[in-house]
């Protein structure tokens, strides 16, 4: 196993309102990607922001995050100054926001933005940092690109401009991408196709990629391992296909349950139901949804991040909760290979109690 690119150990984040995130400790390695998911409030924005050294203004932060990087040294993030995290910018590391208007200049060709990004960098000539523009805008996708890079960013369409700030993020080939939210205002095929060209690019240089998320479709096609945050804390961490396939965390459970049905594999008959005497009908794991059924949701609403109980914030949602969950916190605990989970009673969640905790609607 390879060393972590990122480590975070303890990480709190909190404003003059309340904490937004409490004791996080997670590892990042080069070429992985990293999908963080949770409800909105959870701290996953203000978590992928900070990892890379762009904490919201007012923030205030304890722990460690360290960027590591051979031949680079490490460089530790929380406590330096603004000069020295700007210095990490672009060159190791870089951000896809949600909005991809707010990343690019409404008043430069988008062309001469990227070569300003690799002048900046590299410190190429002109000639040289605009052909490298239109190669990085080549290799994400966008056509006849050296005449494409003379437009301004509102004669792009949504996903012209996402492939756009993608190309920014990735030009100088930096150690590390976090995307926050970045597929967002795209309809459902254009984020499937941007986001499959976010991962092909960082794959092609090595970087690591830190994917904010709500898409839990999209987690499940393209990333490798995934964090889930709950009122600002680890809920659950782990190779995706394992924590898909059997969650440990009632929470992740219940985020699971709301994945839409996989689609049947080609020549695949759709499913049945019993016949006469035969067996009952297939039970759904976690994560696995029938085709037929009206998707779930978790009962109740994520406690407000100023007024958390002292126990488990999850508790007054969760079926298994009993009095040691409501007076103690859990903390991450490993449970085998490079998976981990904060859960007193992770041990006894079965795919039919993480069903027990969900709204049902009736059939569709």
Not at 135 to 142: H, Q, R, W, Y
Not at 195 to 220: M, P
Not at 244 to 255: I, S
Not at 350 to 361: H, K
Request: glycine share 8%; charged share 25%.
């Amino acid at each position: 196993m390879s060393d972590p690119l990122l480590s975070v150990r303890d990480l709190t984040i909190a404003f003059d309102s309340g904490p937004a995130v409490r004791g996080l400790s997670f590892d990042v390695r080069r070429g992985e990607v990293l999908a963080v998911v949770g409800e909105s409030g959870a701290g996953k924005s203000v978590t992928a922001r900070t990892v890379i050294g762009m904490a919201p203004r007012g923030a205030i932060v304890a722990g460690n995050v360290t960027l590591h990087a051979p031949g680079s040294g490490a460089v530790e993030l929380v406590g330096a100054d603004r000069s020295a995290r700007a210095a990490l910018w672009g060159r190791r590391v870089a951000l896809v926001p949600q909005d991809a208007l707010s990343a690019l200049s409404p008043v430069h060709r988008v062309g001469d933005q990227l070569a300003a990004a690799v002048r900046s960098v590299r410190g190429l000539s002109r000639s040289r940092a605009r052909a490298a523009a239109v190669t990085a805008l080549e290799k994400v996708g966008i056509a006849d690109a050296a005449r494409t890079a003379r437009a301004y960013p509102h004669e792009f369409s949504g996903g012209m401009r996402q492939r756009a700030v993608i190309a920014m993020a990735t030009v100088n080939e930096p150690d590390l991408v976090v995307a926050d939210e970045p597929t967002t205002a795209l309809d459902s095929e254009l984020r499937d196709q941007v986001l499959e060209l976010l991962v092909r690019r960082c794959k092609a240089t090595g970087a690591a990629l830190v994917l904010v998320t709500h898409d839990l479709e999209a987690v499940r096609d393209h990333a490798d391992r995934v964090l889930v945050m709950y009122a600002g804390r680890h809920a659950e961490s782990g190779p995706v296909d394992e924590v898909f396939r059997q969650p440990h965390a009632p929470y992740t459970a219940g985020l699971l349950a709301s994945l839409p049905p996989e689609e049947p594999l080609a020549g695949e008959p759709p499913p049945e139901g019993p016949s006469p005497g035969g067996p009952p009908p297939e039970e759904p794991s976690p994560g696995r949804r029938l085709p037929g059924r009206r998707l779930p949701a978790i009962s109740g609403a994520p406690p407000a991040l100023d007024a958390l109980p002292p126990g488990c914030a999850f508790a007054p949602r969760c079926p298994l909760a009993e009095e040691r969950c409501r007076k103690e916190l859990p903390e991450p605990e490993e449970t085998y290979g490079r998976r981990s989970v904060s859960c007193h009673r992770w041990r006894e969640l079965t795919p039919s109690l993480a069903e027990s905790f969900l709204e049902r609607a009736s059939p569709a």
